[in-house]
T-cell receptor, first 113, second 116 residues
Framework: KAGVTQTPRYLIKTRGQQVTLSCSPISGHRSVSWYQQTPGQGLQFLFEYFSETQRNKGNFPGRFSGRQFSNSRSEMNVSTLELGDSALYLC????????????FGPGTRLTVL | AQSVAQPEDQVNVAEGNPLTVKCTYSVSGNPYLFWYVQYPNRGLQFLLKYITGDNLVKGSYGFEAEFNKSQTSFHLKKPSALVSDSALYFCAVTPRRGGGADGLTFGKGTHLIIQP
């Protein structure tokens, strides 16, 4: 079974630009969650989508948004990039219940200059 | 809001010795608890989880963890460490409630270094 894939793996943007990251979950998984990983703040939950609906949201500004398609693939968008948005963005998929383990992709390394 | 504390940034253990990576949590109500491991240049991998039942749970690669409700702890253990166990370990919690994934709250991570 193929794992979670994320594209692109690396991205360099400048302040003020916007960026879209993509995540393809494991086949059969309907939940996709996004996390931001930085050396200072560690791993922080951004949001979770299930059956094309945002079901839960972490404490991030509205510049961070996402969506999920009917095939469970998900995209995350960050508008008006700031230097502090430089991070590893991880996507995870699961069957969708709180007790289900999440399967993580390799991440997208975003650098904002 | 829930939180996870991993009090040690780094744990050093000699190969063959037992290891413990500590984790304490705070959550409203009962928790679901998880351990994940992150190897260099690789994604996070699930190790084990506590849902209910037996307080000692066994997971991948010979790891186990003990849930202690009174101490709100979920320490990761292994009887005999291998050099290949060297990695970054994360404890995570999510509240137990009906339906929906609330998102995992992770600890800061503990670097486990196994010395030959």
């Amino acid at each position: 079974k193929a794992g979670v894939t994320q594209t692109p793996r690396y991205l360099i943007k400048t302040r003020g630009q916007q960026v879209t990251l993509s995540c393809s979950p494991i086949s059969g998984h309907r939940s996709v969650s996004w996390y931001q990983q930085t050396p200072g703040q560690g791993l922080q939950f951004l949001f979770e989508y299930f059956s094309e609906t945002q079901r839960n949201k972490g404490n991030f500004p509205g510049r961070f948004s996402g969506r999920q398609f009917s095939n469970s693939r998900s995209e995350m968008n960050v508008s008006t990039l700031e230097l502090g948005d430089s991070a590893l963005y991880l996507c995870a998929s699961s069957l969708g219940d709180s007790w289900d383990e999440q399967f993580f992709g390799p991440g997208t390394r975003l650098t904002v200059l | 809001a829930q939180s996870v504390a991993q009090p040690e940034d780094q744990v050093n253990v000699a190969e063959g010795n037992p290891l413990t990576v500590k984790c304490t949590y705070s959550v409203s109500g009962n928790p679901y608890l998880f351990w994940y491991v992150q190897y260099p240049n690789r994604g996070l991998q699930f190790l084990l989880k506590y849902i209910t039942g037996d307080n000692l749970v066994k997971g991948s690669y010979g790891f186990e963890a003990e849930f202690n409700k009174s101490q709100t702890s979920f320490h990761l253990k292994k009887p005999s460490a291998l050099v290949s166990d060297s990695a970054l370990y994360f404890c995570a919690v999510t509240p137990r409630r009906g339906g929906g994934a609330d998102g995992l709250t992770f600890g800061k991570g503990t670097h486990l270094i196994i010395q030959p």
